[in-house]
């Protein structure tokens, strides 16, 4: 098993630019999140998902996008990318709501 | 609203001397405890977790932690500490009934002196 992969691994955009962050498990994980991590604030919810088609927000969602169209995947999309985004983006997902979560090895990203 | 606080945002110790990590956590229920380790670059990496009964629970590489519920704490303990340890250590809790939600610490950075 791969567990939780991400890509990229690291990516510098401009402001204004458009991005989609890979996120990929082959756990059949049903819950599936995405934090972002800056420092001296541990890491941050941006979205997550209960399963194929349903999304939700969490504590920093503005500027973000998500779906979740199957088990294994869910992207992150950056609309329009703005310095205040330079950070780690960390996906995890968990077989249920209350288990553990498994992290992927995260993608930095500088917004210029 | 919940919360989790790790009061101490770095920490050294000598090699083979004993850790304490502190976490405090605010919520009314039994809530879910985790203890996270991320070294520099790298993801996140479960070291031990309490969801209910005894209250010292056992996790990887030596690690110990006790639940107090009197005190809304959860402490992680290692008796020696190695070269190894250093790293970035994050508390984290899960709101009992909201599925793939975890609420984190600020994180507690150690360094090891030799």
């Known amino acids: 098993n791969a567990g939780v992969t991400q890509t990229p691994k690291f990516q510098v955009l401009k402001t204004g630019q458009s991005m989609t962050l890979q996120c990929a498990q082959d756990?059949?994980?049903?819950?599936m999140s995405w934090y972002r991590q800056d420092p001296g604030m541990g890491l941050r919810l941006i979205h997550y998902?209960?399963?194929?088609?349903?999304?939700d927000q969490g504590e920093v969602p503005n500027g973000y996008n998500v779906s979740r169209s199957t088990t294994e995947d869910f992207p992150l999309r950056l609309l329009s990318a703005a310095p205040s985004q330079t950070s780690v983006y960390f996906c995890?997902?968990?077989?249920?709501?209350?288990?553990?979560?498994?992290f992927g090895p995260g993608t930095r990203l500088l917004v210029l | 609203a919940q919360s989790v606080t790790q009061p101490d945002i770095h920490i050294t110790v000598s090699e083979g001397a004993s850790l304490e990590l502190r976490c405090n956590y605010s919520y009314g229920a039994t809530p879910y405890l985790f203890w996270y380790v991320q070294s520099p670059g790298q993801g996140l990496q479960l070291l031990l977790k309490y969801f209910s009964g005894d209250t010292l629970v056992q996790g990887i590489k030596g690690f110990e932690a006790e639940f107090k519920r009197s005190q809304s704490s959860f402490t992680q303990r290692k008796p020696s500490v190695h070269w190894s340890d250093a790293a970035e250590y994050f508390c984290?809790?899960?709101?009992?009934?909201?599925?793939?939600?975890?609420?984190f610490g600020q994180g507690t950075e150690l360094s090891v002196k030799p």
């Open positions: 995890a997902s968990s077989s249920a709501g209350r288990e553990t979560q498994y």
């Open positions: 998902s209960v399963g194929a088609g349903i999304t």
């Open positions: 984290a809790t899960h709101p009992g009934n909201q599925g793939g939600k975890l609420i």
């Open positions: 756990m059949n994980h049903e819950y």
